[in-house]
């Protein structure tokens, strides 16, 4: 039971790293889903399947640490 809950509370943290000026509309949407505005912004988000694909879309645009 107790390797569930350590597997729930995995988190990401997400750093804005480069311009979202010039990326396409689908990239600029899932920058706003995320709560990324200004070079440099972080977030931390619980790690699961919908937020890893949203990473995905703007890989290029992000840094990202597991913690």
Do not use: P, W, Y
Request: aromatic content about 2%.
């Amino acid at each position: 039971m107790a390797k569930k809950a350590e597997k729930a509370a995995n988190s990401v943290k997400i750093t804005l790293v480069r311009s979202s000026n010039g990326i396409l509309k689908n990239q600029k949407a899932n920058l706003e889903a995320l709560g990324l505005h200004k070079i440099g912004q972080t977030k931390t988000f619980v790690d699961n399947a919908c937020v890893r694909g949203k990473i995905a879309k703007v890989s290029h645009l992000v840094k990202v640490e597991e913690i």
